[in-house]
């Protein structure tokens, strides 16, 4: 069965710093498509980034960037920049059959 | 403008009483997701479908039903049989034209039953 695993509950960092946030899986599968999504307070979810498991490249969106090591199963969200807007519960997401895997989150904390 | 719409945003319920919460989407999407998150948790999969009048237990359907009459409505009810009601709901949708797999959400029901 496929699982995905956040590792770090919380993190925070500087505003205007840079931070990483870990995400693993466990899949057999070779083709598959990997999300971080963003829960604000307001908890309405918001997708951040998708990644197709055939792409090598890395997807990036404005200051959002992925590191996808797909040998290591290994699929770890980059801010830059942080803002204060970027506070947040991030979850990490794969698609199984039909369906999303969800991790079980990290909290951002942005720090002034 | 396209989207997903859940009402009502706060629902309040004395036990026992079945409760039904409402989803709408009109993004033309075929499959259609109720998700419950508790506190400090990730998202947990209650129903889905993939078309109409067709619909699959998630992780957790004890105690929840569901009915896809139409494309853009994807009802959830809670039923007295569900042990511990008492959470935050989402609902979302997706398409799988073009490639995209993506889930978008609609903005949640927070239910509380005492």
């Known amino acids: 069965a496929q699982t995905v695993t956040q590792s770090q509950p919380e993190m925070s960092v500087q505003e205007a710093e840079t931070v990483t946030l870990s995400c693993t899986y466990d899949?057999?599968?070779?083709?598959?498509?990997l999300f971080w999504y963003k829960q604000p307070p307001s908890r309405q979810m918001i997708l951040v980034i998708r990644q197709e498991a055939y792409k090598q490249q890395n997807a990036t969106e404005n200051r959002f960037s992925v590191n996808f090591q797909k040998a290591a199963k290994s699929f770890s969200l980059k801010i830059s920049d942080s803002q204060l807007g970027d506070a947040a519960m991030y979850f990490c997401?794969?698609?199984?059959?039909?369906?999303?895997?969800w991790g079980a989150g990290t909290k951002l904390i942005i720090k002034p | 403008d396209g989207g997903i719409t859940q009402s009502p945003k706060y629902l309040f319920r004395k036990e026992g009483q079945n409760v039904t919460l409402s989803c709408e989407q009109n993004l033309n999407h075929d499959a259609m997701y109720w998700y419950r998150q508790d506190p400090g948790q990730g998202l947990r999969l209650i129903y889905y479908?993939?078309?109409?009048?067709?619909?699959q237990k998630g992780d957790i359907a004890e105690g929840y039903s569901v009915s896809r009459e139409k494309k853009e409505s994807f009802p959830l009810t809670v039923t007295s049989a569900q042990k511990n009601p008492t959470a935050f709901y989402l609902c979302a949708s997706s398409t799988e034209l073009a490639g995209l797999y993506e889930q978008y959400f609609g903005p949640g029901t927070r239910l509380t039953v005492t």
């Open positions: 997401a794969y698609r199984g059959n039909y369906q999303l895997i």
């Open positions: 479908s993939q078309i109409v009048n067709d619909f």
């Open positions: 899949t057999s599968e070779s083709d598959y498509y």
